[in-house]
């Protein structure tokens, strides 16, 4: 793979975590393919089983994101800390990236900042004459206890 | 106009019934005599029977009261509960929350346990004990348990309590129908959140704050039968919600729930409060289980289940867990805004806030925003603790919750 071509793939991954980070949903699918898919996902010991947290395609992360402000949610601002581990080659112009994440939230009131959660991200970017898009993306959890939770997606 | 100090401490107007004093969620004394009388003779939730469904499998449970507790399937397919405690050194045997252990061995020592709660070995037994201690010595603590209403599994850590099918009484009676095929937990978390365990089960005692949810006010507030739903109190403290019908289709990105439930109508919506702190929650088309473990007079542990039916279908299952996931899920719409409420709470109403009372006070002839299922729930904290909700740090005799056996 050319340096480049890397360059690009990681300015992907991080720019997608700053568009979530300043909830600029737009910016976020316009990073996205047609067919863009989005999944959290988590393995239960409790339960010895895979589970999904959350699995929408490129419509249902549009709807999600224009319902989101008509609900009460937490406001504290969250910051998503990816480092891209591993790229591989995929399915014709395709690649895997996997990469390290690390999400914070940090209260409005006095400005304290909590670790959140800790997962991996599991992109599939597809390469094409428009740059790369994210097809797919798996949040990978670790973390399984959120508190009181959050609405927006990792 | 604003209250002043005396005002705002002054007890509200309404009946002593309708109102409790917010000590009972703040004060420690308080919080550790309601695990000896609440929780302790209470049957609780443990697990599914999904969860260890194989000879062998076991679950860990943390009782309220403080107990930790091995759930497992036994060789004969029973199963039973035992303290997660080893009788030799007081260790902890089992670590995993869950697992196949046909052993259940302590590490520290090695000494081993089936799963009928025998001790089967103690290392170099014989050299060290002689002919004084042996292992039918050395056996587990066993507590009473059962699989019941839906296939949980209930557990009792008090040796007299009363049987479970009295401590529930006809609580159970709305949903038993729509639990008669086999069910499978597909969906669990915890939340760990800095409120009283009351609090939590106080939200799902009232339909007054659907205010609080979009997605309620959307597809069932504004529809058809709402303010008909009903309350209905049964003995120990328990209630149940009657049904409607949900109008799924009426939020953006959601849709009819046609994967539907067994006999139920399509949008249903059940559920039943268990004393102290448990609550079914059917919505076509999940069930969804909420057991509080208290960790604190301001925090709770809250274990969420969401389940579907053994014999869904890849499609069926996928449906169901996306229902799920909508409004109930860690990310879900309606879940983060409950907590989020009762987090508020918390913040408000622990220690030295200068909170003063919780009103109960809404009359509506038992319907939905009605708070009866609260007053009743307290009604029965009353009873176990031996003096009233709105004046909980005065003296008082509890009553025998064995009482009604």
Request: overall charge negative.
């Amino acid at each position: 793979m050319q340096s480049e071509q890397r360059y690009a793939i990681e300015e992907l991954i991080y720019r997608s975590c700053l568009a979530l980070d300043a909830k600029d949903y737009t910016a976020f699918l316009a990073l996205c393919d047609a067919d863009f898919h989005y999944a959290i996902t988590t393995y239960s010991p409790e339960l010895r089983r895979e589970q999904v947290w959350l699995d929408h395609d490129r419509g249902g992360m549009q709807t999600l994101f224009t319902n989101l402000p008509r609900h009460n949610s937490d406001h504290s601002p969250i910051t998503r800390h990816a480092t891209v581990y591993t790229v591989e080659p995929g399915t014709d112009s395709e690649v895997n990236v996997v990469s390290a994440l690390q999400v914070f939230r940090t209260q409005l009131d006095g400005g304290a900042t909590e670790l959140f959660a800790v997962g991996r991200l599991h992109d599939t970017v597809r390469l094409n004459e428009d740059g790369a898009k994210l097809a797919r993306r798996t949040v990978r959890l670790e973390t399984r206890q959120l508190g009181y939770g959050y609405h927006v997606p990792f | 106009m604003a209250k002043n100090a005396a005002q705002w401490d002054s007890p509200p107007t309404f009946p002593q019934t309708h109102f409790v004093d917010s000590r009972v969620y703040t004060d420690d004394a308080i919080f550790e005599e309601e695990k000896e009388k609440l929780f302790r003779p209470s049957w609780i939730i443990a697990c599914h029977e999904s969860e260890i469904e194989a000879p062998f499998d076991y679950r860990l449970f943390n009782h309220p009261a403080g107990v930790p507790l091995i759930v497992v399937r036994g060789d004969d397919k029973k199963v039973r509960a035992f303290y997660n405690i080893c009788p030799h050194r007081g260790n902890t045997i089992l670590y995993d929350p869950a697992g196949n252990a046909k052993r259940m061995t302590c590490i520290f020592h090695q000494w081993s346990f089936d799963t009928r709660g025998n001790c089967v070995d103690i290392s170099r037994e014989e050299q060290g004990y002689q002919k004084r201690f042996c292992k039918a010595d050395a056996a587990l603590r066993e507590v009473k348990c059962e699989v019941a209403f839906g296939g949980f599994v209930w557990i009792n850590i008090t040796d007299n309590c009363m049987p479970l099918r009295e401590f529930i009484g006809g609580a159970m009676d709305i949903l038993e129908p729509y639990m008669e095929e086999p069910m499978e937990v597909f969906h669990f978390h915890k939340a760990r959140v800095r409120t009283n365990f009351k609090l939590w089960h106080d939200t799902n005692s009232e339909f007054y704050h659907d205010f609080l949810h979009y997605f309620n006010r959307i597809t069932g507030m504004l529809q058809p039968g709402y303010y008909e739903r009903r309350y209905t109190p049964f003995a120990n403290g328990h209630a149940t919600v009657g049904s409607m019908q949900i109008q799924y289709d009426k939020y953006e990105g959601s849709k009819e729930r046609a994967v539907g439930w067994p006999k139920m109508a399509v949008g249903g919506w059940y559920m039943v409060d268990i004393f102290p702190g448990m609550t079914y929650n059917l919505r076509t088309s999940v069930l969804r289980i909420d057991t509080a473990i208290p960790l604190g007079p301001n925090e709770v542990l809250i274990e969420f289940r969401g389940l579907g039916l053994k014999r869904d279908t890849k499609e069926e299952r996928k449906q169901r867990v996306f229902d799920h996931n909508m409004i109930w899920g860690p990310f879900g719409r309606n879940l983060h805004e409950d907590l989020l409420a009762v987090h508020g709470q918390g913040r408000a109403m622990h220690e030295g806030t200068g909170s003063r009372w919780v009103l109960q006070g809404r009359e509506e002839n038992s319907t939905i925003h009605d708070e009866v299922g609260m007053r009743h729930y307290y009604a029965e904290w009353s009873r176990r603790m031996g003096r009233p909700a709105y004046d909980p740090c005065r003296e008082g005799k509890s009553e025998p919750v064995r009482a009604a056996a």
